[in-house]
C-alpha cells in the first residue's frame, strides 16, 4: 500500500512550531501513528492523555483502532494532537472560580462527571455547564487577582470519590492550599457586600431568564465541540431542580453550592417571592453565616460521626447526662427563674396610662407581677402564661429603647401586652425567656443561654447598622447583603434590622445543616420553583410566548397577560419528538393532547434535553443501585445523536 | 401508645356496664352524693385550695389552672342520666384519692413546685362534677345516698372482686409474660407497684402500657449493650414523667345524639382516641372516621387532624364551653387523598384521574424534599373586622401564608401583602355564616388561634362562592400547615383500615406493626410486636382490670376512714 505524508500540528511543541509530518499508510491505525508522532518529536513524557483532533470535521479520533481508512483521513486533513484534559476556569454556583482539568473529548456529561468528582459532589446528572454572561473587559485584572483556586494539578487517577480522610476526599488532603480549597468548596460564603448584589446582572423579565437557558451545553457532545476552548470560563450550575437523595452527611459540597445558587437566586430576582419569605431567607442567611463562622470544626466531627462506635457512645453519654440533669432537677426541684423591675403597658386598658413598673418575675412559661419585690410572696396582681403567644421585638438601640411585645391569646382574643426594659442586657434574657416560653419551654432549656447569646448578637448588629455602612465583617453583618436590591430601596438597614430579626427567632436555634436545609426547602416551596424559561413559538400561533419547564410539568405562559395558560403535567405524557429537520419539538398527553412549538431563545436540543432530563430525573427513585444509569440520560437527552 | 391501656380498660368496664348498667348509675348518683359531701367538709377544711382563690384577672387564660374543661358537657352528661363508663368513675375516684391524701398531709399545702401542679390538676379534672352535683340536678340526693352508703360500698367491693378474679385469671401469664426479652426486667420490676400504693396505680399502669408498646416498637432491633442502657435510662424518665401525665375526662358526642363519656391522657394523639373509640363502638372501620370539634358561639368546626394532641386542643376551650367534641365519619378529611387531582392540580374543574396517576401525584407532592403547596388563588370574600359586610379580594395561598393582591397591582410575587401566616392559627369551617353575618354564601372558612373562643377581630372569615373552592382552600392550608404529616396521617388510617380488615380481632399493640406482618400471626408471645393478639389482649385486661379494683377498694377505703375521722 502506498505511503502517504500526514502533518499533524503537536501542541506540545509551541503554536509556533511547524507540524510534524509523518509517513503513514491508509491501513495504520490510529495508535500506530500515534506512535510514529511521539517517536518523531523526541521528547519524553506521558503522552497517555493525548489523542488526534481533527479540525475539519471537528472530531475526536479516539478509536486507537480503527485504520486512517476508515476515519477517512487524507492527506488534506489538519490534525492536532494534544491531550484530551485541559485546564478550564470553572465558575461555581458560589461566585468563586476554580481553575481545573476537564475532559475536552467525551460528552459534556461525562465531563461534567469528571469535574463533580474531583469536587466531591454527588449525583452530577443534576448540574451541567453554562457559557457565562459576557462581562464587561474592565473587570480583568479584578478577574486574575480572583483566580486563585487552582486544582490543575490534582492528578485525574488519583481522584476517587469513596474514601474520605479527615472529612475530606483524599486528594484533597495534605497541602493546606488544597484544603483551603476544599474549604471554600464546603464552607458557605459570607453574606456577599450589598454593592456586589447591585452590580450583577439580574434578569429583568421572564424573557431574561428564558435567554440564560439559551446558553446550556450540549451535554451529548464534547467540549471542543462546541467551540470551548483552553482555559475558557464556564459556569457549574445546578440544571435539573430535583435532587435527589440529599444526605447532610456525604453532601457536604453538593449542599453548600446548592445552597450558594438557591441564594443568590433570591437575592438577584431570578425567583420571585414574597417580602415576608424574603425576610425568613435574609434571616436564614444571616444565621447560616454565623454559624458556618463560629463552626469550623464541622468537618471533622462529621469524619468522626462516621464511625458507629463512637456514634453510639456519644448517644450513650447523652443519655446519661440528660438522666442525671433530670434527676437533679427533681431532686432540687428549683426551677430557674428570672426577678427583675420591668415596665408593663398594655394598649387597651384604658386604666393604665403608659407604662408602670412592677417587680417581675419569670418562672415555667409564665410571668407574674407584683407591686414591688418585696410583695412578691403574696399573690401576683396577673400572671401570664405565655405558652402559644406571638413574640416581636421592638427595639432601637441608639434610642435605648427595648420592647418586648406580645400577643397573648385568650378566649376573647389576643392580649397586646408591652414589657419595657432598662438595657440590653435585660432585654436579652427577659426577651429569651419569652421565646422560650412561646414555645412551651421553660427557662431550665437547654437553649436559654444560646438563644440569649443570638439576641446580644443581633443587638450588636443593629448597633454596628447605625454608625453608617460597616462593610460585611464576621461580627457585623450589613442588612442589605441578606436581600434583593429592592429592598435597598425600600428599607435603611436599621428598618431591615428588626424585620429580619424577626424572622430570625423562628430559626435562631437550628444547627448549620438543618437551616441550610430549611433554606432549600423554603426555596422549593416557591411557586416559581425550579421552572426553566425558554422562549417558544407554538404551532399555529403568531406570537411569542413562553414555556416553563418544571421537574413535573411544562407550562405555557402567555407574555401579554403574564399568566399561566396551560399546564401539561409528564405523569400524563406519552412520548415527545424533535423535528430536526425543521427544529420543532411535539409533544403528545393522554387524552388526544398534541402541542408542537419551534423553540426562539434556545436550540430546540436544549428544550428536548431539559425535558428529557428530567424524565431521566425521575426514573432515579425507581432504580435501587446507586450506580449513575449514563446510558439512559443520553437515550432520554441525546436526540438523534444517540441513536 | 396508651390508648392500650384505656381501650382495655374500656373493654372490661363494657362487659360489666352491660349486665350491671342500671347498678352503675344508682351507684353513680349515690356516689355523687357522698361527694358533695365529702367536698363540703373539705371545703372546710382548706379554704386555701387553689381553685377557691379569688379569681385572677380573667384574661391571664390558665396560667394557675393548667387545666379548663367545659363544665357544661360534664353538667349535660349527669343530667341526661347518661350511662357513665367505668372510665370516667376511676378518673374521678383518682381525683378524690389524690384530695383525700392532701388533706391526710396538711404540711402539703405548702406545696412544692411539682407536687402543687399535679395536684391542682386532678383537683380539677373532678371539679366540675362538684359543680354540677351542687347545682344540677342530683342536688336532691344526698340523704337518700347517705342511708345506701353501705350498699354502695358491698356493691363496689363485689364488682371489684369479681374483676379481681378475672384479674387473677390472666394475670399469672400477665406479669410474667413479657413480649421481648428485654423487655421482661422491666415489667416485672414494675409488678410490685401494682399491689403498692394505689397513689401510683393508675399511673404506673399505663406507664408501663407505654413502655410495653413502646419497646415493642424498638425492641428486637438491636441487642447491644449501649442500646440496651440507653433504653432503660430512657424507661427511668419515662416513669419520672410518668408520674405527671394528666387525664381528662371528655364527653364524646355520636352521631346518634348519644355521646359516650371517656378519659383521655394528655399525651394521647386524636388517632390513638379515634382507635379506641372504633375499638369500642363497634361502627367499622373506616378512615372518614373523626373528632369533629364545634365551637358553638363561633359557629364554626374543625375535624381535629390525626397527628394532634387531644388534650391540649380541648384546654383551649373555656370553662363554661358549650363546645362540642363529636365522633362521626367525615368523608372531607381524607377526601383530599382520595381524589388528589381535585385538590393538588389548582383546577377549577373536578375530574378523574387513574389510580396510578393519582398515587404517584400524592408521591410527587408529599414525598419530595418539600411539600408543594398546591397553587391556590383566587377572589374570595372577606369579613370587615366588627361589620357585617363583605369585601372581595384576590387571595393567593402560598407555602409562607396567605397573601392578597393590593388594589391596583398585579399579582407579581413581591407586590403581595401578607394577610396571614399559618403557624397559629387554624382553619375551621363557618356553619351557617349567611345568617349570623351575612355572608355572600353559605361556603365560608374562618381563620383563628386555637385558644380564641369568643368573638374577637383576631378572628378572620373568609367567604367562598362554591363548595369547592371551600374545600379547596381549606385542604390548601391544611397541606401549608401540616405538609408531609397529612399525608403520612392518610396512610396510617389507611393501615388502620386494611388491618381492620385482615383481623377479627384487634389488639393495637399488633395492628402497629403494619399490614405485613398481619397474615403471619405468631402464637409464641415473646416474640416483639407480632405476637397473637389472643394472649396479649388477656394479659394487659387483667393488669388493668385488676388495677381498677384496686383503686376502687383502696379509695373506698380511704373514704371510709376519712369519714370516720371527721365524724370523730
Known sequence: MAAWDLSVTVEDLGSDALPVTVSVTSDLHVGGVILKLVEKTQIKRDWSDHALWWEQKQQWLLRTAWTLEKYGVHADARLLFMPQHKPLKLGLPNGITLRLRASFSCPAFQTVIGICRILNIRHPEELSLLRPVEEKKKKKDKDLAQDIYDLTEVPLSSVSQSCLYNGMPAHFVGSPQMEAIYKMLSVTQPPPAPEVIAKQYRPASVVDKAHINGRWLDSSRCLMQQGIQENDRLWLRFKYFAFYDIEPKYDVVRLTQLYEQARWAILLEDIDCTEEEMMLFGALQYHISKVAQSEPQMLSTNAAMDDLDSALQSLEVKMVGESSSASELLENMTAPELNDYLKIFRPKRLTLKGYKQYWFKFQDTSISYFKSKEESIGEPIQQINLKGCEVAPDINVAAQKFLIRLLIPAPEGMNEVYLRCENEQQYAQWMAACRLASKGKSLADSSFQSEIQSIRSFLAMQKTNSHGNAPASDESINTHSLVSPRYHKKYKPKQLTPRILDAYQNVAQLSLTDAVMRFLQIWQALPDFGLSYVVVRFKGSRKDEVLGIAPNRLIRIDLGVGDVVKTWRYNNMKQWNVNWDIRQVAIEFEGNVNIAFSCVTADCKIVHEFIGGYIFMSTRSREKSDTLNAELFHKLTGGHEAL | ?568
Not at chain 2, 287 to 308: A, G
Request: charged fraction near 25%.
Open chain 2, 1 to 568: 401508645m396508651e390508648q392500650v391501656s384505656d381501650d382495655e380498660l374500656d373493654h372490661g368496664a363494657e362487659e360489666d356496664s352491660d349486665k350491671e348498667d342500671q347498678d352503675l348509675d344508682k351507684m353513680f348518683g349515690a356516689w355523687l352524693g357522698e361527694l358533695d359531701k365529702l367536698t363540703q367538709s373539705l371545703d372546710d377544711g382548706r379554704p386555701q385550695k387553689a381553685l377557691q382563690k379569688p379569681p385572677l384577672r380573667q384574661e391571664t387564660n390558665m396560667a394557675n389552672f393548667s387545666y379548663r374543661f367545659s363544665m357544661y358537657n360534664i353538667n349535660e352528661a349527669l343530667n341526661q342520666g347518661d350511662t357513665v363508663d367505668l372510665d370516667a368513675l376511676m378518673a374521678d375516684l383518682c381525683s378524690i384519692e389524690q384530695e383525700l391524701n392532701t388533706i391526710s398531709k396538711p404540711n402539703s399545702s405548702s406545696r412544692s413546685q411539682n407536687k402543687g401542679q399535679q395536684f391542682n390538676v386532678l383537683h380539677f379534672l373532678i371539679n366540675p362534677t362538684l359543680g354540677s352535683t351542687s347545682s344540677g340536678s342530683v342536688n336532691a340526693r344526698p340523704a337518700a345516698s347517705n342511708i345506701s352508703l353501705d350498699d354502695i360500698t358491698s356493691q363496689l367491693e363485689k364488682a371489684s372482686l369479681s374483676m379481681d378474679e378475672a384479674a387473677r385469671q390472666t394475670s399469672s401469664s400477665s406479669s410474667s409474660s413479657s413480649r421481648t426479652g428485654s423487655v421482661g426486667a422491666v415489667s416485672e420490676q414494675e409488678a410490685p407497684s401494682q399491689r403498692s400504693s394505689v397513689n401510683s396505680a393508675c399511673a404506673s399502669a399505663s406507664s408501663m402500657d407505654s413502655l410495653d408498646t413502646d419497646k415493642v416498637l424498638t425492641g428486637g432491633e438491636e441487642e447491644q449493650a449501649a442500646k440496651l442502657k440507653a433504653e432503660k435510662i430512657r424507661v427511668a424518665l419515662e416513669k419520672i414523667k410518668e408520674a405527671q401525665v394528666k387525664k381528662l375526662v371528655i364527653r364524646v358526642h355520636m352521631s346518634d345524639e348519644s355521646s359516650k363519656t371517656m378519659m383521655v391522657d394528655e399525651r394521647q394523639t386524636v388517632r390513638q382516641v379515634l382507635d379506641s373509640l372504633l375499638d369500642k363502638s363497634h361502627c367499622g372501620y373506616s378512615p372518614d372516621w373523626s373528632l369533629v370539634e364545634t365551637i358553638t358561639e363561633l359557629q364554626m368546626e374543625r375535624i381535629f387532624e390525626d397527628h394532634e394532641n387531644l388534650v391540649e386542643n380541648l384546654l383551649n376551650w373555656t370553662r363554661d364551653s358549650h363546645n362540642k367534641l363529636m365522633f362521626i365519619e367525615r368523608i372531607e378529611k381524607y377526601a383530599l387523598f382520595k381524589n388528589p387531582q381535585n385538590y393538588l392540580l389548582g383546577r377549577k374543574e373536578t375530574s378523574e384521574m387513574a389510580d396510578r396517576n393519582k398515587e404517584a401525584l400524592l408521591e410527587e407532592c408529599f414525598c419530595g424534599g418539600s411539600v408543594s403547596v398546591p397553587e391556590i388563588e383566587g377572589v374570595l370574600w372577606l369579613k370587615e373586622d366588627g361589620k357585617k359586610s363583605w369585601k372581595k379580594r384576590y387571595f393567593l395561598l402560598r407555602a409562607s401564608g396567605i397573601y392578597y393582591v393590593p388594589k391596583g397591582k398585579a399579582k407579581a410575587s413581591r407586590d403581595l401583602v401578607c394577610f396571614l401566616q399559618l403557624d397559629h392559627v387554624n382553619v375551621y369551617y363557618g356553619q351557617d355564616y349567611r345568617s349570623k353575618y351575612k355572608a355572600p354564601t353559605d361556603y365560608c372558612l374562618a381563620l383563628k388561634h386555637p385558644q380564641i373562643q369568643k368573638k374577637s377581630q383576631y378572628i378572620k372569615y373568609l367567604c367562598c362562592d362554591d363548595v369547592r373552592t371551600l374545600h379547596q382552600w381549606v385542604n390548601g392550608i391544611r397541606i401549608a400547615k401540616y405538609g408531609k404529616q397529612l399525608y403520612v396521617n392518610y396512610q396510617e388510617a389507611m393501615k388502620r383500615t386494611e388491618a381492620a380488615y385482615d383481623w377479627s380481632s384487634l389488639s393495637t399493640a399488633s395492628i402497629r406493626s403494619g399490614s405485613s406482618s398481619a397474615s403471619i400471626p405468631e402464637s409464641q408471645s415473646n416474640h416483639s410486636g407480632h405476637s397473637d393478639s389472643g394472649v396479649d389482649t388477656g394479659s394487659s385486661h387483667g393488669r388493668s382490670q385488676s388495677v381498677v379494683s384496686s383503686i376502687f377498694s383502696e379509695a373506698w377505703k380511704r373514704g371510709t376512714q376519712i369519714e370516720e375521722n371527721t365524724k370523730v
